[in-house]
């Protein structure tokens, strides 16, 4: 199992807005602001999205955000398109055993 | 343009070892921390190991620990994993990762801002 829990799948359709939500920790979400965000299409290698909680790379979309409430951290998509199906992974800092935790995944489908 | 690519996947028998090397470009390698983060197939990601942009830090998962080595070779901006006692469970497809943070001393943030296309590794008899 992973140590972050995510959502095995969310659903919305064309236009709308979901949020995948991610839930730790004290020793890693709740315990530092390296929250990251993946988008993972099939075959292909991880893309980040969002790091630092909530802040986005230079090229992506502002219409993916990202926040953090204690040990639970979430990933808001708005105005879904059908090219942001894909898998989604949060990632935090951690304290130990392993430096970095990933969640297991969030398959997203637009409908 | 910053680039990575691994090599040195492959067919392996249980306890066996391979070597999988990541050459990179496009940054200023010895400045950043870099991660090896692996994806059994139909799984989710999981964190290998992590090296300092010196080379003289080294973190492991526990699931590794005491079988794989990672190494970097600052001169020819080459990133590697030696894994030794290769079991079933270590079959997976392996990505190099850059840390997004410079710091040359330390592991960095744990947040990859670059990846490579990854190398599958298969354990089995």
């Known amino acids: 199992q992973f140590a972050l829990t995510q959502p095995a799948s969310v659903s919305g359709s064309p236009g709308q807005s979901i949020t995948i939500s991610c839930t730790g920790a004290?020793?890693?979400?709740?315990?530092?602001?390296?929250v990251s965000w993946y988008q993972q299409f099939p075959g292909k290698a991880p893309k980040l999205m969002i790091y630092a909680v909530n802040n986005r790379p230079s090229g992506i979309s502002d219409r993916f955000s990202g926040s953090k409430s204690g040990y639970t951290a979430s990933l808001t998509i708005s105005g879904l398109q059908a090219d942001d199906e894909a898998d989604y992974y949060c990632?935090?800092?951690?304290?130990?055993?392993?430096?970095?935790?990933f969640g297991g995944g969030t398959r997203l489908t637009v409908l | 343009e910053v680039h990575l690519l691994e090599s040195g996947g492959g067919l392996v028998q249980p306890g066996g070892s391979l070597r999988l090397s990541c050459t990179v470009s496009?940054?200023?390698?010895?400045?950043?921390?870099m991660s090896w983060v692996r994806q059994a197939p139909g799984k989710g990601l999981e964190w290998v190991s992590v090296?300092?942009?010196?080379?003289?830090?080294?973190?492991?998962a526990v699931s590794v620990k005491g079988r794989f080595t990672i190494s970097r070779d600052n001169s020819i901006n080459t990133l590697h994993l030696q894994m030794n006692g290769l079991r079933a469970e270590d079959t997976a497809i392996y990505y190099c990762a850059k840390d997004s943070t410079a710091n040359s001393h330390n592991f960095g943030s744990g947040t990859y801002d670059f990846w490579g296309q990854g190398t599958l590794v298969t354990v089995s008899s």
């Open positions: 090296i300092s942009g010196t080379g003289a830090d080294t973190y492991y």
């Open positions: 496009g940054f200023t390698y010895s400045n950043y921390a």
């Open positions: 004290n020793s890693d979400i709740g315990g530092y602001n390296y």
């Open positions: 990632s935090s800092y951690s304290s130990g055993p392993s430096l970095v935790v």
